[in-house]
Structures are given as C-alpha cells and as structure tokens.
T-cell receptor, first 115, second 116 residues
C-alpha cells in the first residue's frame, strides 16, 4: 500500500483480556518495527523483523507480549492478559532493508486503553 | 548503549518567533540522526535526517538542523514559527545503514506550543 496501515485505530479492552494489533507495512519494505508510546514518554522499542532473519525481541517488556510477521508482510502484535500499564499508543513502522535513505515510515498507531 | 536526550519537555513560542529544539545523543560510532514530528492523533513524519557530509541539513516545512560532533548535538531550528508547527518533536539516533534492519533510539520528545 501507499503507507503503513494499522488497525484498529482505537481499542478499549478489559483488564485480563488478550488483544491483537495489526500492521500492514509498505509494499516492498523488508523491515518492520513496533514501538510503544506511553503518555509523556518517548518511543519505546519493542521488536523488529527483517526479512527471514530471526526477529530482535529485545524490547518486549514481558512474556505477555509477542509478535509475528507472516509472509514477510503483515505483522500482528499480541498482548495477553492485558494490564492497565499496557495502555499506550502502539506504533508500527517499516523501512527498506536497513534504515535506507529516509529512516522509518510510521503508521498512525493503535491507541490501546485497558480498563 | 545509544541514547538521546531532549532536555526541553515543553516549549512555547510566539508565531513568527525563531525556534531551537535541543537534542543530545550518546553513540559509540558515527550516528545516523533524525528529527520526526508528530501532530495530535497522527503517526510520526520525518522532518530531516543527517547521514554524512554537510553538517547543516535542510528539511521539510522550513526546518533545519545542525550536526555538531564535538557537542554530540543535533539541534532543530526554524527562523519563523507558524501556528501549524504546534506538535511534538522527536530526535532519534541509529547506526549508519549497514543494509540490515537497524532500530532507532528516540528521545522523549519536546512538545511545541505556538501562541498567536
């Protein structure tokens, strides 16, 4: 597609429920990244995928968080047993192999609210 | 480990006034530096980047930034601010493109308010 698409744009869930957040990167971009933006905080790196290489999961805050990328394209970030501290905006970005000449292209994010 | 510091959490300027947003980084090698802007409810948009060469780089919307290696800084400037520049600004650092995926480290952002 023309840009990075994320869905849903907003998600309200009850504490303890599981949620799935979806990211559809720019066609042809081999690298895909997930970041979390909490109120008053910067962007916290979660995970990235590069082609068929093993993902870098070093930023995932707990084992309740996982992500997969199917077919080198769409990615899903799953949060199990959500907690209130998981409330944040989850941003997805993609880039050509490496940072390329323009860094990342970001999606508009999914605002997750855990009540 | 790489890190980015944006010492100003919130800045208010009058429309037409000049602007400088500070960014200091810590990085073990030659960095790849970026400034992004985020308008309310939007994703991040690239303003400008520094890779190599001329240390004064021009970006979109009339913004520029200067890389100063000796000060480990990459401050963002604009000569005359417009009300539409009100947004949050993020500085980021990453490794020079090695052809593999490279994660960016972001600062905590500076929120710019513009008064009329």
């Amino acid at each position: 597609g023309a840009g990075v698409s994320q869905s849903p744009s907003n998600k309200v869930t009850e504490k303890g429920k599981d949620v799935e957040l979806r990211c559809d990167p720019i066609s042809g971009h081999t690298a895909l990244y997930w970041y979390r933006q909490s109120l008053g905080q910067g962007l916290e790196f979660l995970i990235y995928f590069q082609g068929n290489s093993a993902p870098d999961k070093s930023g995932l805050p707990s084992d309740r968080f996982s992500a997969e990328r199917t077919g080198g394209s769409v990615s899903t970030l799953t949060i199990q047993r959500t907690q209130q501290e998981d409330s944040a905006v989850y941003l997805c970005a993609s880039s050509p192999k490496g940072l390329g000449s323009n860094g990342y292209t970001f999606g508009s994010g999914t605002r997750l609210t855990v009540v | 480990a790489q890190s980015v510091t944006q010492p100003d959490i919130h800045i208010t300027v009058s429309e037409g006034a000049s602007l400088e947003l500070r960014c200091n980084y810590s990085y073990g090698a030659t960095p790849y530096l970026f400034w992004y802007v985020q308008s309310p409810g939007q994703g991040l948009q690239l303003l400008l980047k520094y890779f190599s060469g001329d240390t004064l780089v021009q970006g979109i919307k009339g913004f520029e930034a200067e890389f100063k290696r000796s000060q480990s800084s990459f401050n963002l400037r604009k000569p005359s601010v417009h009300w539409s520049d009100a947004a949050e600004y993020f500085c980021a650092v990453g490794p020079i493109n090695t052809g593999t995926a490279s994660k960016l480290t972001f600062g905590t952002g500076t929120r710019l308010q513009v008064t009329l």
